[in-house]
Each structure stands twice: as C-alpha cells, then as structure tokens.
C-alpha cells in the first residue's frame, strides 16, 4: 500500500469511528462542565465578537478543510443550476422557517422562552457543520460551498424581517402571544463574515495557491490529505466547548432539555427528508440532493446562541434552547450522513462510486 493509500485508510478509519468520538466528546464536555463549574464563564468571557473565542476556533477549524477541497473553478456549474437553487431557497426559507415554527408551537406551548429560541434556531440557515456532513456523506462540495454562500446573502437581508413575522405579526394574525425581540443587522452581517468569508477566502487562497506553487497533483494527494484532519478534530473540540459551556445545566433540567430536543430531532428529520424527495423529483443525483437535505437540515447555530444571548441574557431560556441546537444537530446529522449513504444505492444506483469515495463509510 503505498503512503496515499496508507493516508486514506487512516483517515478513513478514523472517520468511521466519528460516532464514538463525538460520544466520548460529549461525555467529556459534561464532565468537565461539572467538575469546573467556573469554565462555562470563563470560556464565554472570551469572545470574537458576540460569539465564544474557543467555539469560533473549533468551528474555522471544521470548515477550513470541506472549503479548501472545493474546486472553485467549477461553481460556474452549479450557478447555472436553477432548480438546485430555487429548491434550495424554497426549502430554506420557506418550509424551514414556517416547520420550525409549527413544531415550537406544538410541542413547547406552555415553554415561551424555549419556543421563542427553537424559533431562532429555525431562522438561523446554514452555514457552518453542513460541510462536514456534506462531506462525509459524499455530496457535491461546490454546490454545497454556492448554497452556503446563497443562504449567507439571504440570512442578512431576510433574518430579521423573518423574526418579526414569525415572533410578532403571525403569532398575532393565529391569536397567540407574541414576543418583542430586535435583531442587530450588523450582529448577523458579522457572523456570516466571520464564520463563512474567513474560512471561504482561506479555502480559496489555498488551492490557487497550492496549486500554482506545487500543482494540482501535490495539492490534491498531499496537501489536502494532510488537513482534512482539522475538519474533524475542530468537530470534536467544539463539541466538547459547547458541552462544557452547558453541562451543569444539562444535568440539572434534563427534563426541559428532553423537551427542547424534540422538536429539533423531528425538524431534522424532517427538512432532510423533504430535501431528498425534492432532490431526488428534481433528477439532481446524488452529490447535489445529498447536498440540498443536508443544506436544508442544518443551522447555522453560532447566529443563533448570538442572537439569543444578545437579545435576552446569557442565562435566558432562549439562550438555553438556542444552545441545545447544536448538541442535538451533531448527533442526529451525522446519524443522517449513514442513511444518505445507504439510500444512495437504492435511489441513485447509477451515482455509486468506489468505497474511497466516503471517508467515514465504505458502502459496498
């Protein structure tokens, strides 16, 4: 076996064993969280931005490699795409949206302060850890790095006109209480900024030039091989951050975090499920409707903990269930990325390709 073989076995094998690690990264933030109760505000105090210093270190880690792979001269193919980006706008910021919403009011009523946060959660689009799951469940890596980006431009123009309707003005349309909260423009513009351009422009500046000063060759079986790593290693830290920061709390209100997941877990399922049906009506195969469950599933949770925290108070309930979101997203994506990998033989076997295709699975 020669050196890249050996690379991509190791890597592979790591990878299939994601689910323990982010277990073992759980258990440990827990942990670590009670035995350190002072942590959570030291590691909050700490920030770039509105967001947490650590978590947004763990999170350009986790990013950088999925948008360093990306091939930029190709996006030009998947601009050109209509039906992929007008599903992708449909099922972001219309069905998400407006499911969100249902499911808070259906299953938290009698919760205000965590329905309002589930609702946060819901207006929050993607643009951070999809790129792990589109990764690993083998997706179009351009088309998920144009979809992010489409999703970035709208989260700034229509995040906080979304929060009035959803908060205010529908709330008070179907007779039911309301809730004031003002979002800042340029909180949201500094998040996108921060948590998407840094990481895209790294990306980008790495592969021209990587590939000007070694070739594409070098670029592509040395170099990336080398920090696809840091994708899964800035994973696991920011689980164990986030962990950490919440600990004490998840063990003292298990009960209100159970009711807080469940309708994160059915939304998940949900806007994934949709997602592969459109994908799959639309004939987009299955890198690009692998990429549009997973862009519609995902949120973008740094905006939403920042807009919570912002808007009502670290301690808040909102900041609470704005916080659950990713606990719950790590675990119930990557459980999602095993089944885009087990339905692409049954309802794209023309898309299967080879088993180093997928660095967390090999589907046969």
């Known amino acids: 076996m020669n050196a890249q073989s ?16 982010i277990l073992t990264a759980m258990v440990v933030g827990v942990s670590v969280g009670r035995l350190w109760p002072g942590l959570a505000g030291l590691i909050d105090s700490v920030k770039l931005g509105s967001t947490s210093l650590p978590i947004a270190v763990g999170l350009l880690l986790m990013m950088y490699p999925p948008l360093a792979k990306v091939r930029y001269d190709r996006l030009g193919r998947v601009t050109h795409d209509r039906r992929l980006l ?13 499911l969100m919403f249902t499911l808070a009011w259906l299953l938290l009523p009698d919760l205000p302060e965590y329905r309002t946060g589930i609702i946060i959660v819901g207006l929050a689009r993607c643009i951070a850890m999809v790129l792990i799951w589109n990764d690993l469940a083998c997706g179009d890596r351009e088309a998920a790095a144009v979809l992010v980006a489409l999703n970035a431009i709208f989260q700034i123009l229509a995040f906080a006109g979304l929060g009035w309707f959803y908060l205010q003005l529908l709330p008070g ?3 039911l209480p309301t809730t004031s909260a003002g979002f800042s423009f340029w909180a949201i513009a500094e998040s996108v900024l921060v948590f998407l351009g840094v990481p895209l422009l790294a990306g980008w500046a790495s592969r021209v030039l990587g ?7 070098w670029y592509e079986h040395r170099f990336l091989p080398k920090i696809s790593p840091l994708a899964t290693w800035g994973l696991l830290f ?14 003292r209100e298990p009960w209100d975090v159970a009711r807080i997941a469940a309708p994160l877990v059915i939304y998940f399922a949900i806007m994934f499920t949709l997602g592969f049906i459109l994908g799959h009506a639309l004939r987009l195969g299955y890198e690009k409707t692998t990429t549009l469950a997973f862009t519609g599933a995902g949120n973008n949770f740094e905006l939403a903990i920042a807009v919570c925290v912002g808007t009502f108070g670290v301690v808040s309930g909102q900041a609470l269930a ?7 997203e790590v675990p119930v994506l990557l459980g999602l990325v095993y089944v885009a990998l087990w339905l692409r033989p049954h309802l794209f076997p023309s898309n299967v390709k080879t088993d180093e295709d997928s660095e967390l699975v090999k589907v046969k």
């Open 211 to 217: 590939e000007r000063a070694k070739g594409g060759e």
């Open 86 to 98: 007008a599903a992708s706008l449909v099922l972001n910021w219309v069905v998400g949206p407006a």
């Open 173 to 175: 349309w179907l007779g």
């Open 238 to 251: 920011t689980v164990v951050v986030l962990f950490a920061l919440q600990g004490g709390r998840i063990s």
């Open 322 to 328: 704005g916080t659950i979101g990713p606990l719950v």
């Open 6 to 21: 050996q690379t991509r076995a190791r890597l592979g094998a790591a990878n299939r064993l994601l689910p323990v690690w």
